[in-house]
């Protein structure tokens, strides 16, 4: 009788608690989501659609953005975040009607220098390089032009109890 005792009490002490350590990592992922500087690996990938525009608005495009996001250690306060952005397009009747092409775009290839965590203000910030790739499939897709430019984040995190509350 009291093994049955202690498993029930066993039993409904896991139920009870389990949901409680569920949320409590749930609630730490959607902070790290909110967090551009978390140190989580992404795969964002983007899709739209623009119609009714080139000769005679008749002209449509996909536009696919693949843009993956990884954060390098470099040591325990310092991160390098890099972000590829690889433009895939299909588009038709652009420029002229019955004309279309399909391929990539040239690529954006961004590193950033960040600090692992946010100021004691919730501040958050990245600076770094980044480059235009001439990776064009077809000369209509492409520049034809490398490039590269100074890249910048800032942002402040608010707090996601204060989120929920709201």
Request: hydrophobic content about 40%; overall charge negative.
């Amino acid at each position: 009788m009291k093994k049955r005792i202690l498993l029930y009490i066993a039993t409904l002490s896991v139920a009870i608690l389990f949901p409680q350590v569920a949320l409590a990592e749930e609630t730490n992922y959607a902070k790290q989501l909110a967090n551009p500087l978390a140190d989580l690996i992404s795969l964002p990938i983007q899709a739209n659609w623009d119609g009714n525009f080139g000769a005679n608005d008749k002209g449509s495009a996909w536009r696919i953005n693949i843009q993956p996001v990884v954060p390098i250690h470099i040591n325990k306060t310092w991160n390098v975040i890099s972000r590829t952005v690889t433009p895939i397009i299909t588009q038709d009747d652009i420029p002229s009607n019955g004309e279309g092409k399909s391929g990539i775009r040239d690529i954006v290839q961004s590193f950033w220098l960040s600090p692992k965590e946010p100021t004691s203000y919730g501040l958050v910030w990245e600076v770094g390089p980044a480059l235009l790739l001439n990776t064009g499939s077809n000369d209509a897709l492409g520049s034809s032009k490398c490039a590269w430019f100074r890249d910048c984040l800032c942002s402040f995190l608010t707090a996601l109890e204060d989120l929920q509350e709201a």
